[in-house]
């Protein structure tokens, strides 16, 4: 395997953006790259630029896969990747010439590195870097630093892009579509937790995140909560994988379950009554979230967020009126 490093990028219906995205990996200053398209059963012509950029540079290599989500799009990168490491590119994101030749040079800052670790290029990883780093180049952080930083809302968080993996088994869980690159890295950190383990965290900016706004709707839109619900799912897996003797951790992550707790019971009241039936309750698991937020109520108080807080509040003593409220806001403030 020599150092190679094997880039995976998964793609659906990303023509606009994939030659940029392509156009940045092909120009690493790192060379010794394998980079695998995965292309998700796109219906525009990404597969045509994914073949066109494989015939340029051969290195390239292109699976044509029907549409199966993302997680299933990387594990099948990952199980056809011959790297000794497993980097991640999304195709409407671009990275800048050093990026892996960076992550690469993190893994010989330490013995037992596990992690190579870069920011994303906005100015608020400046800043976190920075403090994160103590103004230094790099930083290093235990196995219990790392899932610190790791599971802060404002941290490291749970990207896999602007990380380098070491070639392992671990695979993405394939029932999880929100939320499912921060349960893996948690999983990929316990892998090595036997171990004196280091991450390696590099003060610079390298990735480029192009958001896509419509995964940021409206989060009470009564056909999109499911997308909550899957988070949901995700966290659940995330405590069961947590480390023992970490009681701050978990506190973190059931007040993570408490809030999508109640995004999603709020969701629930948004649906008009009739659909509120039998059905929609057992397939929407609303009994089970129900249970969860009552269950993890009491973990408001490391909460920091007043509105948040009052939130909590309205839902255990007035839950059905809660989504009335919320809308009356929602429509209050978007005329004024």
Request: charged share 25%; hydrophobic share 35%.
């Amino acid at each position: 395997m020599n150092n190679m490093i094997s880039v995976i990028i998964p793609i659906y219906n990303s023509e606009k953006t994939l030659p940029r995205c392509l156009d940045s990996v092909i120009t690493q200053t790192y060379q010794n790259l394998e980079i695998i398209l995965i292309n998700d059963g796109s219906t525009d012509s990404s597969l045509d630029t994914c073949i066109l950029f494989a015939e340029r540079d051969s290195r390239i290599k292109v699976i044509d896969s029907r549409n199966q989500g993302v997680s299933k799009a990387r594990n099948l990168g990952m199980d056809t990747a011959n790297g000794e490491y497993f980097g991640f590119v999304d195709s409407d994101d671009w990275i800048e010439p050093e990026f892996f030749e960076t992550l690469f040079n993190g893994f010989k800052m330490g013995n037992n590195s596990c992690l190579s670790v870069v920011g994303v290029a906005t100015d608020s990883w400046k800043q976190y870097l920075n403090i994160l780093c103590n103004n230094e180049l790099h930083c290093t952080l235990s196995y219990e630093e790392a899932i610190d930083e790791i599971t802060k809302t404002n941290g490291l968080r749970g990207y896999l892009c602007n990380k380098l993996f070491h070639r392992t088994d671990i695979r993405l869980n394939e029932s999880i579509s929100v939320c499912e690159d921060l349960e893996f890295n948690i999983r990929y950190l316990s892998f090595f937790k036997t171990k004196p383990i280091r991450v390696v965290v590099q003060n610079f900016c390298l990735y480029h995140y192009c958001s896509n706004n419509l995964a940021h709707s409206y989060e009470y839109n009564r056909y999109g909560f499911l997308r909550q619900q899957t988070a949901y799912l995700a966290y659940h897996e995330i405590l069961e994988n947590l480390p023992d003797g970490m009681d701050f951790l978990h506190d973190r992550i059931k007040l993570h379950i408490l809030r999508l707790s109640y995004t999603i019971l709020v969701a629930w009241y948004f649906i008009p009554k009739n659909e509120r039936n039998d059905d929609n309750f057992e397939k929407y698991k609303i009994k089970m979230v129900q249970d969860n937020f009552n269950q993890y109520y009491r973990y408001n108080k490391y909460e920091t967020n007043i509105k948040w807080r009052s939130k909590f509040l309205l839902m255990k003593v007035f839950p059905v009126f809660v989504p009335k409220l919320l809308l009356f806001n929602h429509r209050f403030f978007a005329t004024h």
